[in-house]
Structure formats: structure tokens, C-alpha cells
């Protein structure tokens, strides 16, 4: 389009600088160009491309592809057959990239390709039109059914850059693993367009358990970002394996509780610091959890009144967001999290939230992971019991109520208390609200 603002693909300043590591060695930003040419060339017609990808290297080579093609990626929240069918009905013809197995898809579907052989791409490094719709990310489903939010490629550059203030990275060498997908919203913004971006690497990997951290840490030069979520922060602790140096660790997906970030930048010599987000506007506030509870606004973006809530606006936010948190703002710039709207529970004229109730069930010792659930026979947060599920090996159900009870008021008590052998949780780390009505479905059989 004549006149629309062109910004670079990638944001390092030549050619040999590493884009990624792959089994220890680098992989230059001329290679990365010569494959983002070459799985462009590839992809199935139309203005959709699902991007399955699960190693990250290859899904920011398939995001590249799909942008210097002019072609905006759909993001499910999930490879499952249900989330991928009802993206696949609203995008009809819609192709799709993928380096794993699928289920059974009514579209064209590209395995990712060989990689090419040797080459240092195209000359120049492309650029994207600002206003080009590069994504379309959807929610995770923790609150319902999944929602695509549209995201243009200045609003994700511009995030990159406001991210890279607020965490204190310098543009520059830096390298970040993840243990979240690149799919999600949290993990599309800081595990592949903040290095893409800003001139750090990518591991491609997705590791969860801590000994896979460290190794794949292991992998990479410092200075290093680890990129993850509060129950992989809790294994990396709890897990009695060391990490190597690390620059910063960054949280986000649940909150974190400041004990855990306290314990994780003891034992790992680290700043933690936690972003609070949505996928609907992205990363819009950074807090260090260990020295404040206040969250700050990333550059750019204020907290403005909305209706009788709060909404997000400026920077690179898209528009105006309303937030389904409570918030308790000191400036415009400056808020402190009171819990989600839909959290705040009302038992008996009593109110809690079950963040916090969350908090008291996993600091007991014992409890590997737990969450409370309201029934779905609750309405507007007049909640008449909960129910929680809880994996405690070594725990009785008698046990862990005792706890409970010197923790929380009665009236929130569980009712019934169910202790399984995992939680469903996703990648990110978050329970989708299926999942958990699934739970409550089997134990009330």
C-alpha cells in the first residue's frame, strides 16, 4: 500500500549475528532469512496460515514466512482436534505449517520443510507494513470459549520495544528460553518477538521439567532470560537442580506468589520480575515481585476508567481494553491486582478470591498442585460451596482440609475436596475452564 510504514523484519544490526541456537551452535540471521524465503515459498494459498510449529525456531521461521507473503497466522489456543476444527470453520481454506503430527484437518497442511541448503537469504532484510494484520492470537479458554484477538505488526513491534524497556533488556546480545508455547500471546511476545526484534537469540526448545531447563540453558551463552510460568518456577525451585547464570527471570500466566520469587532469586542469583497481561491487549505491566506489590505500566500505556471498571490504552495497545480484574489504581501509570472479577467470591457474606484461597492450598507442604473450582451452579459470586482438586501423593483428604482450615475462613472450606494425580493443565501453565467442569462433572458421578 503506497505511503504504509515499513518496519524491518528482524531487528539485529547484521547478518551474522545469531537469531537462535540450535544444539549449542548459533544459527546466523542470513540463515534464518534463506529459510524464512524458502518456507514462504511453500506456504498453501489464501490470507490464513495456522501456525502449529512447536519448535520455536521453526514457528518464528513459519511467523516470518506468513508476513513476507502478506499473510496473517492464526494462533489456536491448543492442537487439539476441537480447538483446531472450530479455527478451521471460521477461517474457511485457511492452510496450515506444522513440524508434528495433527489431528485429521478439512485444509491444506504444509510440513515444515527441509531446510534449504546453505544461503544467506536476500540481500536486505525485508520489512512488513505496519498495518499489516500479522496475527490473530486466541484466548486461552481459561474463562470460556476461546476468542481471536488481531494483532498488527507495528502494535508487536512496538511491544517488543516497550517489553525490552520494562524488563531492562538492552537491545542487543541477549538469549531467551521459553517453557511456554509460542502460540500464546505471553509466549509470541517474549520468547520470539523480543529476540527477533531486539537483536537477541531463541532456544528452540520447550522444556518442562528442571532438568531439561537447565540443560537447554546450558545450550546458550549469557547472558540468559528464562521465560516461564509460576509452576514451572516452582519445579526449577523445588526440583534441587541448580541453573546456570541467569540475567532475569521473567513470570507470568498466573501470579506469582512473592515467597516463590523470593526463593527463586535466592536460589538462582536472578531478578524476577512478573508481567501482567491478557491476550486481548498483550503485555501491558511489569512488577519485581520481591520489592513491591505495585504493578507499573509498560512505556506508553495508562490505566483509564471504564465504566465501573479499568481499561488499558496507549503504547501499544490496540485501541482500548477493559480489564476483567479488580484493580486498585494509584496513578494512571501504577495499579495494585485485587484478583479477577469473576474470582471474587461471596460465600455467607463472607468475601475471598480464589486467587488467594489458590495461594493457601499450594503452600501447604505436601501439596505438588491444586486449584479451587466454583461449581457451575454459581451466579454473580453468590457461590453457595467450592470444590478443589488437589495432587498431594502423600496427603489424606482429611489432612489437607486441616491445613485449610487454619489457613482460610470455614465458609470457603471445599466441599468436596478431590485429590487426583495431575491437573490438565496447558502449555502456558493455566487450567481451561473445560477442563476443570470436566473434573467437577467425573467427582459428582
Request: aromatic residues 4%.
Amino acid at each position: 500500500m503506497a505511503g504504509a510504514q515499513l518496519l524491518p523484519l528482524v531487528g539485529h544490526p547484521d547478518r551474522d549475528r545469531p537469531i537462535a541456537w540450535r544444539n549449542g551452535a548459533p544459527v546466523s540471521v542470513a540463515r534464518f532469512l534463506a529459510e524464512v524465503e524458502h518456507v514462504a515459498a511453500a506456504l498453501p494459498p489464501g490470507p490464513h496460515v495456522m501456525n502449529l510449529c512447536e519448535d520455536r525456531y521453526r514457528f518464528m521461521v513459519a511467523l516470518a514466512a506468513a508476513l513476507v507473503a502478506g499473510k496473517t497466522c492464526l494462533l489456536p489456543p491448543n492442537r487439539s482436534e476441537r480447538a483446531l476444527a472450530q479455527v478451521g470453520a471460521a477461517y474457511p481454506g485457511c492452510g496450515t505449517v506444522t513440524d508434528a503430527p495433527l489431528p485429521r484437518l478439512d485444509a491444506p497442511v504444509v510440513d515444515y520443510p527441509a531446510a534449504p541448503p546453505a544461503a544467506r537469504g536476500p540481500a536486505h532484510v525485508p520489512a512488513v507494513a505496519a498495518d499489516h494484520p500479522a496475527a490473530l492470537v486466541f484466548t486461552s479458554g481459561s474463562t470460556g470459549e476461546p476468542q481471536p484477538n488481531l494483532k498488527r505488526w507495528g502494535k508487536l513491534v512496538a511491544g517488543a520495544h516497550a517489553e525490552s524497556a520494562a524488563l531492562g533488556i538492552e537491545s542487543g546480545a541477549f538469549n531467551v528460553l521459553g517453557t511456554v508455547p509460542p502460540q500464546h500471546m505471553y509466549g509470541l511476545e517474549s520468547t520470539v518477538l523480543l529476540p527477533m526484534l531486539l537483536g537477541g537469540a531463541l532456544h528452540p526448545a520447550r522444556p518442562l521439567l528442571a532438568a531439561d531447563v537447565r540443560a537447554a540453558l546450558d545450550a546458550m551463552p549469557a547472558p540468559r532470560v528464562l521465560v516461564t510460568t509460576p509452576i514451572h518456577v516452582r519445579a526449577c525451585v523445588e526440583g534441587g537442580t541448580g541453573l546456570p547464570e541467569l540475567a532475569l527471570l521473567v513470570s507470568a500466566a498466573a501470579p506469582l506468589a512473592p515467597e516463590l520469587a523470593a526463593a527463586a532469586e535466592r536460589r538462582f542469583r536472578t531478578r524476577v520480575v512478573e508481567i501482567y497481561g491478557c491476550s486481548e491487549a498483550g503485555m501491558v505491566a511489569t512488577r519485581r515481585t520481591t520489592t513491591t506489590p505495585t504493578w507499573r505500566t509498560m512505556p506508553g500505556v495508562r490505566l483509564v476508567p471504564d465504566g465501573d471498571g479499568w481499561a488499558f490504552t496507549g503504547g501499544h495497545v490496540h485501541g482500548r481494553v477493559r480489564t476483567n480484574d479488580v484493580l486498585r489504581p494509584a496513578s494512571d501509570a501504577e495499579f495494585l491486582l485485587e484478583g479477577r472479577a469473576r474470582d471474587m467470591l461471596n460465600i455467607a457474606g463472607k468475601r475471598a478470591s480464589l486467587g488467594d484461597l489458590n495461594h493457601k492450598l499450594l503452600e501447604i507442604p505436601g501439596v505438588e498442585d491444586g486449584v479451587f473450582h466454583v461449581p457451575q451452579d454459581a451466579t454473580d459470586g453468590q457461590v453457595a460451596r467450592l470444590m478443589a482438586f488437589v495432587v498431594a501423593p502423600g496427603l489424606t483428604e482429611g489432612e489437607i482440609l486441616e491445613a485449610l482450615r487454619r489457613a482460610i475462613d470455614p465458609a470457603f472450606l471445599p466441599r468436596p475436596l478431590v485429590k487426583v494425580a495431575a491437573l490438565p493443565r496447558a502449555a502456558t501453565g493455566k487450567l481451561p475452564l473445560e477442563a476443570l467442569r470436566l473434573l467437577e462433572a467425573e467427582a459428582e458421578r
